[in-house]
């Protein structure tokens, strides 16, 4: 226990860490997956066929090999960073993007197609059709899975820990080094500030689809 | 379908560095020994472990398998490295053919337990001596001294030495004690990593400019890759006493390894086993340090 209580600034650096992460990739990965779902639907053919594209490679591919392109392989194509955070937040929305775009798009094809027919007979362009009547709609059916990937995406930040980010589990794995007889404690410590984040998504994530909840 | 044309070539980058990565891994290591003459009728003290060991014909000695210079096994399964090149010699005072060696594998964490157990009668494994281990088990030595060192890229001029690192990114393992070093004491940037092979990718990349933890261990990524990577000096800037781990309160043993390995020093035969190992990467053949009789 003394591991846990003695490093508590280093939990809570790590905690902040984490949570600017998940923060920063995730309203990322919203607008990025939205957008994706929007051209997986548009009528052009290329648009959707980036998409469809984009979302199985990213969707198919482990995180660490994200994280890999992110961190190793792009600087050595000459994309360069200062600071390891910001090939963290490229892999993770970057990720986490083709399954929100998936997620949408699930909630897209539950609207009824009389819904976009009439919009459309009324002179709707489909730009129109998909803001102001489809995606309302979608969205709202569609904010159990958006938080369940939320939620994940904040468990998979850790994966940046591995790729010279010092976030939660990067703290834990260096207090695991230091306090070698009680990586046990460290490494439970490092799981309940994880539930410190992804306990509060879970009540939002009910609380959320009971205000906004359609009846069909 | 540009953007998924671009995402194939650096696919292709990926598997490409993938694959480098791999074969580096396997690569490394020189193959040389020093060849050291069996003594033909050694005698010893009756009921000394010199003697049992000279009578058997064989001593079984633990390495690390995985220690590039010092200890390693290639596929041939033999294992070369000046840590090896010691046990020869030792074992050619015995009597003991360099083939007649048992050697088995002593990672870091089954040291202590492998010397107790018996399932090995010396430990030469990069084995810093210190007090805590010295309650289980006894040291001959040190052979060697290591220390902490600096790594950077070939075409790195600018560091020298720890004080040139202040405010600059340096890549170790997160709760090692060098990386605790290189921030307390030199003012340098730590970028943590999981392990120190995790560091070469990034310091290829120039993300950080230096890699730090102990000169062998360094060394060995260096002999891997002397094209990329170079020691920013011979010189250390901690001390890491590396000794022979053998069984508590063996003194009779002891003492005569460390009779042995002045010996060495004298005729040598310490100068060869180094040149024909770790020599090839760090130039400066070291003295034999002050052996710690206690």
Redesign the interface.
Do not use: H
């Given at each position: 226990m003394d591991a846990i209580l003695e490093n508590l600034p280093l939990y809570w650096e790590g905690l902040l860490r984490t949570l600017f992460l998940s923060t920063v990739s995730g309203v990322i990965a919203l607008v990025l997956g939205t957008l994706l779902a929007a051209a997986r639907v548009s009528p052009v053919a290329?648009l959707r066929?980036?998409s469809m594209?984009?979302v199985e490679?990213l969707r198919n591919t482990p995180l660490t090999?994200a994280f890999?392109?992110a961190?190793?392989?792009?600087?050595?194509?000459g994309v360069?960073?200062e600071q390891?955070e910001v090939a963290a937040i490229i892999a993770l929305s970057a990720y986490t993007a083709a399954f929100i775009a998936e997620a949408v798009r699930s909630g897209v094809n539950s609207v009824p197609v009389g819904q976009a027919e009439a919009a459309r007979s009324i002179g709707m362009k489909f730009s129109q059709v998909l803001s102001l009547i489809i995606l309302p709609q979608a969205l709202r059916t569609v904010i159990p899975p958006l938080i369940n990937i939320l939620i994940a995406l904040v468990k998979n930040s850790s994966v940046a820990g591995?790729f010279?980010v010092?976030e939660l589990f990067?703290y834990g794995?260096?207090?695991?080094?230091?306090y070698g007889d009680q990586v046990l404690a460290v490494l439970l410590g490092v799981a309940f500030f994880y539930l410190l984040l992804t306990v509060p998504l879970g009540i939002l994530a009910s609380t959320v689809e009971k205000k906004v909840a359609i009846s069909r | 379908m540009k953007a998924f044309l671009t995402r194939r070539k650096s696919l292709l980058v990926a598997a490409s560095a993938a694959l480098a990565l791999s074969l580096s891994a396997c690569g490394g290591g020189t193959g040389t020994t020093s060849d050291p003459t069996v003594a033909a009728t050694p005698t010893f003290a009756a009921g000394s472990t010199m003697e049992k060991l000279s009578k058997a014909g064989t001593i079984k000695i633990g390495t690390k398998y995985d220690q590039p210079l010092f200890g390693q096994v290639g596929l041939d399964g033999k294992p070369i490295g000046f840590d090896v090149e010691i046990g020869k010699l030792i074992a050619a005072k015995l009597g003991i053919a360099a083939d007649k060696i048992e050697w088995s594998e002593t990672v870091s964490a089954n040291r202590e337990p492998f010397i107790q157990q018996g399932r090995v009668d010396l430990v030469i494994a990069t084995y810093t001596i210190n007090d805590r281990r010295k309650e289980v088990v006894s040291f001959a030595g040190p052979y060697y001294e290591a220390g902490q060192a600096l790594m950077v890229n070939k075409d790195n001029d600018a560091i020298k030495k720890p004080e040139d690192v202040k405010g600059k990114k340096v890549c170790s393992v997160t709760g090692s004690t060098p990386a605790a070093t290189i921030v307390e004491k030199y003012g340098a940037e730590l970028v943590p990593a999981a392990t120190y092979s995790a560091c070469l990718e990034p310091l290829r990349n120039k993300q950080v400019e230096a890699i730090t933890t102990d000169n062998v261990i360094l060394a060995g990524f260096v002999d891997k890759e002397p094209e990329a990577f170079k020691l920013a000096s011979d010189e250390t800037f901690t001390k890491e006493p590396y000794g022979i781990g053998l069984k508590k309160e063996d003194t009779e043993f002891r003492n005569w390894i460390n009779d042995q390995l002045e010996e060495f020093a004298k005729d040598g035969s310490y100068k060869k086993a180094w040149e024909a190992t770790a020599g090839e990467v760090i130039k400066t053949a070291p003295e034999l340090p002050e052996i710690n009789r206690y």
């Amino acid at each position: 226990m003394d591991a846990i209580l003695e490093n508590l600034p280093l939990y809570w650096e790590g905690l902040l860490r984490t949570l600017f992460l998940s923060t920063v990739s995730g309203v990322i990965a919203l607008v990025l997956g939205t957008l994706l779902a929007a051209a997986r639907v548009s009528p052009v053919a290329a648009l959707r066929g980036f998409s469809m594209t984009y979302v199985e490679v990213l969707r198919n591919t482990p995180l660490t090999i994200a994280f890999f392109f992110a961190a190793i392989v792009l600087p050595r194509l000459g994309v360069t960073f200062e600071q390891f955070e910001v090939a963290a937040i490229i892999a993770l929305s970057a990720y986490t993007a083709a399954f929100i775009a998936e997620a949408v798009r699930s909630g897209v094809n539950s609207v009824p197609v009389g819904q976009a027919e009439a919009a459309r007979s009324i002179g709707m362009k489909f730009s129109q059709v998909l803001s102001l009547i489809i995606l309302p709609q979608a969205l709202r059916t569609v904010i159990p899975p958006l938080i369940n990937i939320l939620i994940a995406l904040v468990k998979n930040s850790s994966v940046a820990g591995a790729f010279f980010v010092l976030e939660l589990f990067g703290y834990g794995r260096q207090l695991a080094n230091t306090y070698g007889d009680q990586v046990l404690a460290v490494l439970l410590g490092v799981a309940f500030f994880y539930l410190l984040l992804t306990v509060p998504l879970g009540i939002l994530a009910s609380t959320v689809e009971k205000k906004v909840a359609i009846s069909r | 379908m540009k953007a998924f044309l671009t995402r194939r070539k650096s696919l292709l980058v990926a598997a490409s560095a993938a694959l480098a990565l791999s074969l580096s891994a396997c690569g490394g290591g020189t193959g040389t020994t020093s060849d050291p003459t069996v003594a033909a009728t050694p005698t010893f003290a009756a009921g000394s472990t010199m003697e049992k060991l000279s009578k058997a014909g064989t001593i079984k000695i633990g390495t690390k398998y995985d220690q590039p210079l010092f200890g390693q096994v290639g596929l041939d399964g033999k294992p070369i490295g000046f840590d090896v090149e010691i046990g020869k010699l030792i074992a050619a005072k015995l009597g003991i053919a360099a083939d007649k060696i048992e050697w088995s594998e002593t990672v870091s964490a089954n040291r202590e337990p492998f010397i107790q157990q018996g399932r090995v009668d010396l430990v030469i494994a990069t084995y810093t001596i210190n007090d805590r281990r010295k309650e289980v088990v006894s040291f001959a030595g040190p052979y060697y001294e290591a220390g902490q060192a600096l790594m950077v890229n070939k075409d790195n001029d600018a560091i020298k030495k720890p004080e040139d690192v202040k405010g600059k990114k340096v890549c170790s393992v997160t709760g090692s004690t060098p990386a605790a070093t290189i921030v307390e004491k030199y003012g340098a940037e730590l970028v943590p990593a999981a392990t120190y092979s995790a560091c070469l990718e990034p310091l290829r990349n120039k993300q950080v400019e230096a890699i730090t933890t102990d000169n062998v261990i360094l060394a060995g990524f260096v002999d891997k890759e002397p094209e990329a990577f170079k020691l920013a000096s011979d010189e250390t800037f901690t001390k890491e006493p590396y000794g022979i781990g053998l069984k508590k309160e063996d003194t009779e043993f002891r003492n005569w390894i460390n009779d042995q390995l002045e010996e060495f020093a004298k005729d040598g035969s310490y100068k060869k086993a180094w040149e024909a190992t770790a020599g090839e990467v760090i130039k400066t053949a070291p003295e034999l340090p002050e052996i710690n009789r206690y």
